[in-house]
């Protein structure tokens, strides 16, 4: 099959990191003989040096052309003058609006081979696995008014949390098919005891929870659900929330797989079901760590894991993904470690080395 893909490395480890990705998707291509046509495109910092915006109007055009989307990170110090017009988040959060990636999948699962690398005690971490659906168009990132103003007693600010039952019934229906393929055990996360946004979004829940009589439905308050996912996180399969409170929680749960460097993500403009591809935007979820940059250190497993997502989610090719996540499982168990998931006795590896392990085996 031929697909087309969209690639935009971005700034900090990223160029280093989708270089790896690719090589990897190169190697899908070799062993199961599809052609990915590859289509590269500037965002964030380097977009805005070089083209003056952080996401140009060619470059969103070229990602709506495109199958997927493959983001490596963006942003970085050269840019965080908050007085600054233009941020390079802001071509993120412009691609995100502008393809419509309303459903944010980031699955967190720890490796049996690095349950001794985290912080957290192995008897507490063992078997976790779960996968967050975040809300990703709407509430506090979105929503209007969004300003700031002069009053006579100083200045004033704000945001607002607003969601149409339209945007949180697509968004529970992706936690529930993708809990239909799991556990079957869905965890909707509000702050139902104060917001009204979070009033409706639970009785939207409850609503769509009808339509899967085989799911297992709770709810659970944030504050309540940032405890459980340290002191139980074996408790969860799939859990479902807004933007905000996704964007806090998953990075707390990152935590649980030992590095930020372990962990993939898609971002959909659909509910993902067996039999149909979907759009989506492919990216790990670290950042661009800007101190880590062009010195061939950062772990490529997060974008190489989003690359077996892509395959999945939007080119409908199940075995390939299974393939690459079987690659990435049988280096690491090898012992090759990049140094920020390193232990005593293993092998460490950088950027490339790590890339060119896993592709091997995924060639076969
Ligand atoms: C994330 C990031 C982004 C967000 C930033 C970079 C805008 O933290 O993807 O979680 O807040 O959504
Ligand atoms: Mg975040």
């Not at 060619?58 to 233009?86: E, F, H, I, N, Y």
């Not at 802001?90 to 699955?107: C, I, V, W």
């Not at 200045?155 to 393929?181: P, W």
Request: proline share 5%; hydrophobic share 40%; aromatic share 6%.
């Amino acid at each position: 099959m031929q697909f087309e893909l969209a690639v935009l490395p971005g700034d900090g480890v990223g160029p280093e990191v989708t270089t790896e990705a690719i090589k990897v998707l190169q190697a899908v291509s070799k062993r199961f003989n599809h052609r990915f046509n590859l289509h590269y495109g500037l965002v964030g910092g380097v977009a805005i040096d070089q083209e003056g915006t952080a996401l140009s109007p060619d470059t969103l055009k070229m990602c709506r052309d495109s199958d997927a989307v493959l983001l490596g990170a963006v942003g970085g110090p050269k840019w965080d003058d908050p007085q600054a017009k233009v941020h390079p988040e802001d071509g993120l959060l412009a691609l995100r609006k502008g393809l419509g990636l309303f459903a944010n999948l980031r699955p967190v699962k720890v490796s049996p081979v690095l349950v001794d690398s985290t912080n957290l005690k192995p008897e507490v971490i063992r078997g976790v696995d779960f996968i967050f659906v975040r809300e990703l168009t709407g509430g506090l990132y979105f929503a209007r008014p969004k300003r700031r103003w002069q009053t006579s007693r100083g200045r004033r600010a704000t945001d607002s949390m607003t969601y149409s039952e339209q945007e949180i019934e697509r968004i529970v229906r992706v936690g529930f098919e993708l809990a239909r393929g799991r556990r079957k055990k869905l965890t909707s996360v509000d702050k139902a005891n104060v917001l009204e946004s979070s009033r409706l979004w639970r009785q939207v829940a409850m609503e769509v929870a009808r339509k899967y009589p085989d799911v297992e439905l709770d709810h659970m308050l944030v504050d309540a659900c940032a405890m459980r996912l340290i002191q139980n996180p074996t408790y969860f399969d799939v859990l479902v929330t807004e933007n905000m409170f996704g964007d806090i929680l998953t990075d707390e749960a990152s935590m649980l797989a030992g590095s930020m460097g372990m962990l993939p993500s898609a971002s959909l403009a659909g509910v993902p079901q067996e039999g149909i591809n979907i759009f989506g935007m492919y990216e790990p979820i670290h950042g661009s760590a800007p101190r880590r940059a062009g010195l061939d250190m950062a772990n490529p497993i997060a974008i190489i894991l989003s690359i077996a997502m892509m395959l999945r989610y939007s080119f409908g090719l199940a075995k390939e993904a299974k393939t690459v996540e079987a690659a990435v499982d049988e280096v690491l168990s090898q012992s090759y470690r990049t140094y920020d998931i390193m232990g005593d006795g293993k092998t460490k590896v950088g950027t490339k080395q790590m890339g060119d392990l896993i592709a091997e085996k995924v060639e076969g």
